[in-house]
C-alpha cells in the first residue's frame, strides 16, 4: 500500500452545502474575516462573532458527509484538515488532524477549559462555561493566531515521510497548512491536487484533477487501482 497522506479544505465540504470562503459565494465575499474571525474581533463583539459561528452550527449540524468525505474514508489515510465541521470524523475517518479546531468544542477565557458543546442554536450567546461562567469562545483558530503545537508538528512530519501527498478543495493561501503540500514535494512525494479551480498548488502537483471533490476522489482512486 502506498504511503498516502491528505490534506482538505472547506471544498471538500461544499458538496455537503457547506459553504467555502473564497471564490464566487465565498463567505468572505459577504463577511469580513476582521470582524469575525481575529481575536480582536472577539474582544470587541463575541456576540456579533458568537451569532456567526451560531449561524454556521445550524449550516454545518444540518448537513451530512458527501461522497467525497465517504471515499476518502475508505482509503484509511490520516487526514490533516483546515475544516472546523468535523465531516470526516462523522464518514469514518480514524484519524483527522484538526490543523484549525473544531467548531464543536468552546474554550473558557477565563478558567481555560476546553470541552465539547453541541447545543445548536446556542440558548444563550455568547455562551457561558459550564464550569465557571467565564466567557466561552469557539476552540478554533483565528486569523493572527498560533495553530496547535502538536497538529501542526504531526502533519509537518506526514508531510515529509509521505509517498503520495492528496490535496483536496483548498486554495492553498492561508499558512501554514498552505505550505504542506510544499513541504511534501521537497521531500520527493508526488502531490496530486484535486479542485475545480486552479491554486498555487497546481504548479508543483504532479497529477491535477481538475474535478468537484466527490468526482475527484473516485478518479484519483480509480489512477491509484490501475497504478
Ligand atoms: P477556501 O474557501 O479558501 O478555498 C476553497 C477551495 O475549494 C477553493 O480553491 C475552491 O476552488 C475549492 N472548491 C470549491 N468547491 C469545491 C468542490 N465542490 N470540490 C473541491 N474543491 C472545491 O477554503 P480553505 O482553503 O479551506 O481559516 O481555506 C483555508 C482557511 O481559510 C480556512 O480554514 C479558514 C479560512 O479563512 C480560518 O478561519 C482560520
Known sequence: MLNLVVLTGAGV???SGIPTFRGKEGLWKNFKPEELATPEAFRKNPKLVWEWYDWRRQLISKAEPNKA???LAQLNAVIITQNVDGLHQRAG?????????NIWRVRCT????EYENYEVPLREIPPK???CNGLLRP??????ESLPMDALEEAERLAKSCEVFLVVGTSGVVYPAGLLPFVAKEHGAKVVEINPESTPISEI??????EKASVGVEKFIQTMLNL
Request: with cysteine.
Open 129 to 131: 462555561c459550564k464550569f
Open 139 to 144: 476552540a478554533v483558530v483565528w486569523f493572527g
Open 93 to 101: 475517518t480514524k484519524k483527522v488532524i484538526e490543523l484549525h479546531g
Open 13 to 15: 465540504s461544499a458538496e
Open 205 to 210: 502537483a504532479d497529477i491535477v484533477i481538475r
Open 110 to 113: 477565563s478558567c481555560g477549559k
Open 69 to 71: 468525505h465517504k471515499l
